[in-house]
């Protein structure tokens, strides 16, 4: 159990799905991070400026399902946590939600948009359906799902 300031409490139990919440503005991690606590998700949270060294960053990722990118960002640090999900940490098929439209400049975007603000029960809505497309993405690319017909 943790106690998340002085009012609200959020038991953890295995198998709470882990996002991975990489911020542009610490007051809208903060925020995010609570509101994604309360409706049952571990989360962690990674200040942009963490993302300069992948070598630094890439134990962070461990066990995540699913990173969101806050709106704020600036368009390097943007391109650096998509690279780091694409590249560095390839093998392990962490899907990219990104809260708001890509900063201006931006040449990739995140596997998923949503529009920001929005209402909490929608962000929901979005992450369950990345995590369960990243889940059936990731046990395909390790052989586990059969194709159809397959014996």
């Known amino acids: ?6 009012e609200v409490t959020v038991e953890r139990y295995p198998g709470d799905p882990t ?3 990489v911020n542009g503005d610490p007051v809208m991690s903060q925020a995010l991070t609570l ?10 949270s990674v200040p942009r400026s963490s993302l300069e060294d992948s070598a630094d960053i890439s134990g962070v990722f461990e066990g995540v399902q699913l990173a969101i990118l806050t709106p704020g960002m600036a368009v390097v640090y943007h391109e650096r946590a998509l690279a780091l999900l694409r590249n560095v940490l390839s093998t392990t098929s962490i899907p990219s939600l990104q809260l708001g439209a890509s900063p201006e400049g931006a040449r990739t975007t995140a596997d998923y ?3 920001w603000p929005c209402r909490i029960e929608d962000l929901q809505r979005q992450i369950e359906a990345a995590l369960l497309a990243g889940g059936a993405l990731g046990r395909a ?4 799902v059969q194709e159809r017909g397959e014996d």
């Open 1 to 6: 159990m943790r106690t998340l300031g002085s």
């Open 35 to 44: 509101l994604l606590q309360t409706a049952n998700y571990d989360v962690r």
């Open 113 to 115: 948009l949503v529009p």
């Open 19 to 21: 996002v991975i919440v």
């Open 141 to 144: 690319a390790a052989g586990e």
